[in-house]
């Protein structure tokens, strides 16, 4: 059964720093990893898409990268605002999608 | 703009009665939606997959009587709680994908239902 971990379960950091949140999932047989924002009370919002044939993907100040054999996924965020306040979650795609726990994130100035 | 539309965002209701949430696909025909409920603090689990002119495939543990999925067009997908208790008050959310699975999933903005 695979399983979805995320670390830390909440972060407060002063604005300007980088961040690294960690995924890790039990079963390497994946299809892709996604990466999403929440917003309290809101739906998702896709950040990242790496498929398994990759090793990373980079939008913005986002990089994210898969190590599909050991079962981690990081997601970094660059020179962090007020703004990239949310819940952070993984979600790895087998035949449906399995969500991680979450990471909430808060960035104060 | 927006790819998914889901209607309403909030909704309370008396113990007993139904509610339906709609679940549209704005950009493109979607033979495949998913419906997901999170619970505070929880992550987002699962209920269905919605399929275009059959019926849902629900996940273990979803009562299939009581959440009722329609999927009657290629745009359009329907939840309904039926008979609503206080327990199965949460966050419900629907996704669209691109017919590969390979596609990023779009994801409705979610309704928060709460039973009094």
């Known amino acids: 059964k695979q399983e979805v971990t995320q670390i830390p379960a909440a972060l407060s950091v002063p604005e300007g720093e980088n961040l690294v949140l960690n995924c890790s999932f039990t079963d390497s047989a994946i299809y892709n990893l996604q990466w999403f924002r929440q917003d309290p009370g809101k739906g998702l919002t896709s950040l990242l898409l790496i498929q398994s044939s990759q090793r990373e993907q980079t939008s913005g100040r986002l990089n994210a990268s898969l190590d599909k054999s050991s079962g981690r996924s990081t997601l970094y965020i660059a020179a962090s605002q007020p703004g990239d306040s949310a819940t952070y979650l993984c979600a790895v795609n087998t035949d449906k999608l399995i969500f991680g726990t979450g990471t909430r994130l808060q960035v104060f100035p | 703009g927006a790819v998914v539309s889901q209607h309403p965002s909030r909704v309370i209701c008396k113990s007993g009665t139904s509610v339906k949430i709609e679940c549209r696909s704005l950009?493109?025909?979607?033979?495949?939606m998913f419906w997901y409920r999170q619970f505070p603090k929880q992550s987002l689990m699962l209920m269905a997959t919605s399929n275009e002119g059959s019926k849902a495939t629900y996940e273990q543990g979803v009562e299939k009587d009581k959440f009722l999925i329609n999927h009657a067009s290629l745009t359009l997908s329907t939840l309904t709680v039926t008979s609503a208790h206080p327990e199965d008050s949460s966050f419900y959310i629907c996704s669209v994908t691109r017919p590969s699975l390979n596609e990023k999933l779009f994801f409705g903005s979610g309704t928060q239902l709460s039973v009094l």
């Open positions: 950009d493109f025909q979607a033979t495949t």
